[in-house]
């Protein structure tokens, strides 16, 4: 019905820059709030961003001022524009959407993209 193909990922160096794409497509009448995680390795998912259809944005306290959530509502693509990288962003990352479409409103995750920030 509905795919999230997470794009962007990969090694870069601390203090270096990633932009991570999340386009979705099928049977989409509206993407309400999209929404941007990470999973380091041995740690638990974490909410890094969301960006509400027509809301504020929100950012976890460690991402504040480095990362910037956007999306497209044209391309149903999402965003996360990634400064400042530090090695503790390490991990795998993933979008995650709320759609409507003919058989209501459901939550879809795609399948995540690897940022690794290392020298």
């Known amino acids: 019905q509905v795919q999230l193909v997470e794009s962007g990922g990969g090694l870069v160096q601390p203090g270096g820059s990633l932009r991570l794409s999340c386009a979705a497509s099928?049977?989409?009448?509206?993407?309400?709030?999209m929404r941007w995680y990470r999973q380091a390795p041995g740690k638990e998912r974490e909410l890094v961003a969301l960006l509400p259809s027509g809301g504020t944005t929100n950012y976890a306290d460690s991402v504040k001022g480095r990362f910037t959530i956007s999306r497209d509502n044209a391309k149903n693509t999402g965003y996360l524009r990634m400064n400042s990288l530090k090695p503790e962003d390490t991990a795998v990352y993933y979008c995650?959407?709320?759609?409507?479409?003919?058989?209501?409103?459901?939550?879809?995750w795609g399948q995540g993209t690897q940022v690794t920030v290392s020298s």
């Open positions: 099928g049977r989409i009448f509206r993407i309400n709030t």
């Open positions: 995650n959407a709320v759609v409507n479409n003919e058989l209501g409103s459901a939550d879809y």
